[in-house]
């Protein structure tokens, strides 16, 4: 059951009118996750980055986009896609660029359980496009940009390296 993360939670109730920039947060070890958080007053757009396993059993980077309803103390997802236009047995494909380089990536429109509304999703196509993010990850200093459904973010590179080297790469 995907949930919103403690610092999400945590960043959605502060001040967003004095909030200018993004709120980039490290990779979680046992969350295996990253995220970037844009407040947009009276809204908010955050970003995911996870490593989980596919339907194939080898592992990836997933990035999940959704935007937030920040009215009256609420969380709300308001949902980033149509479910219409993603079927699973005909996953759309798209582009996504990292540090400026596009990367081809296969996405879907996924239903939050526990909400009941839907976020966007994607992960790299190819074993290449893969193999770029990772090292893309693994060799920055600090943040990589990144954009996702025309929308630019920095996303954290802090701790990428442990939670990929963390989890084995095949779910036997």
């Known amino acids: 059951m995907k949930s919103i993360s403690f610092l999400l939670a945590t ?14 947060f490290p990779w979680n070890l046992e969350k295996r996750n990253a995220q970037t958080y844009r407040p947009i007053v009276p809204d908010a757009i955050a970003v995911t980055a996870h490593v989980e396993y596919g339907d194939g059993g080898g592992k990836s980077v997933y990035f999940d986009l959704d935007y937030y309803d920040t009215k009256d103390g609420k969380i709300l997802s308001k949902g980033t896609c149509d479910p219409a236009k993603y079927t699973v047995q005909d996953f759309s ?16 429109c996924k239903k939050y359980n ?37 929308i630019p973010f920095k996303l954290s590179a802090d701790g990428f390296s442990a939670v990929w080297n963390n989890t084995s790469d095949k779910a036997l």
Not at 12 to 24: G, I, K, Q, R, S
Not at 93 to 108: D, L, P, R, S, Y
Not at 124 to 138: E, H, I, N, R, Y
Request: charged content about 15%; glycine content about 8%; proline content about 3%.
């Open 93 to 108: 494909t798209g582009i996504m660029t990292i540090n400026g380089q596009a990367i081809k990536v296969i996405e879907w």
């Open 114 to 150: 526990d909400l009941g509304t839907n976020f966007y999703q994607a992960t790299p196509q190819t074993d290449q496009g893969l193999a770029f993010v990772v090292k893309s990850l693994s060799d920055a200093s600090s943040t990589v940009n990144i954009e996702l459904k025309g």
């Open 11 to 24: 960043a959605l109730f502060l001040p967003l009118t004095c909030m200018a920039e993004d709120m980039v």
